[in-house]
C-alpha cells in the first residue's frame, strides 16, 4: 500500500449558500475516474437540492483529471464559466487614427 494523498475539499452548499456537507477527497497515489464519478454525483446531488459543488485545495494531479474531463465543477479561487478571473476586466479597446476606416 502507497501513502495516502489529499486530493481536494469537498463542500456542497445549499441553495442560500449554506454548507450542507463537507467532506476530504483523498487515497492512494493519484486520482482516477472513480474519483471523478464520486465528484460528478456529488454535483448531481447537489443540484438537484437547488445547490452546488464547490472545491478547495486542489491537488495538480486532480485539477489536470478536472480539465481533461472537462467536468463543470467549481474550484475555489478560480471563475466561473463566464466570469473574468480576478483582476481582469472586460473592456474595450482603444482605437487609433491607423486602425480606422478610410
Known amino acids: 500500500m502507497g501513502p495516502r ?8 452548499l445549499g441553495p442560500d449558500g449554506a454548507e ?3 467532506e476530504l477527497l483523498g487515497g492512494e497515489g493519484r486520482p482516477d475516474l472513480g474519483t471523478l464519478d464520486h465528484l460528478a454525483r456529488l454535483g448531481l446531488q447537489a443540484g438537484r437540492l437547488g445547490g452546488r459543488l464547490v472545491l478547495a ?6 485539477r489536470a483529471l ?6 463543470p465543477v467549481e474550484v475555489e479561487g478560480q471563475p466561473e464559466p463566464g466570469e ?3 483582476g481582469v476586466e472586460d ?8 486602425d480606422l476606416p478610410p
Not at 66 to 71: I, K, P
Not at 91 to 98: A, I, L
Request: with cysteine.
Open 57 to 62: 485545495q486542489v491537488s495538480p494531479a486532480l
Open 91 to 98: 473592456g474595450q479597446e482603444e482605437q487609433h487614427p491607423r
Open 66 to 71: 478536472l480539465d481533461l474531463a472537462a467536468l
Open 20 to 22: 450542507l456537507a463537507s
Open 5 to 12: 494523498e489529499r486530493w481536494c475539499q469537498v463542500r456542497v
Open 84 to 86: 473574468e478571473p480576478l
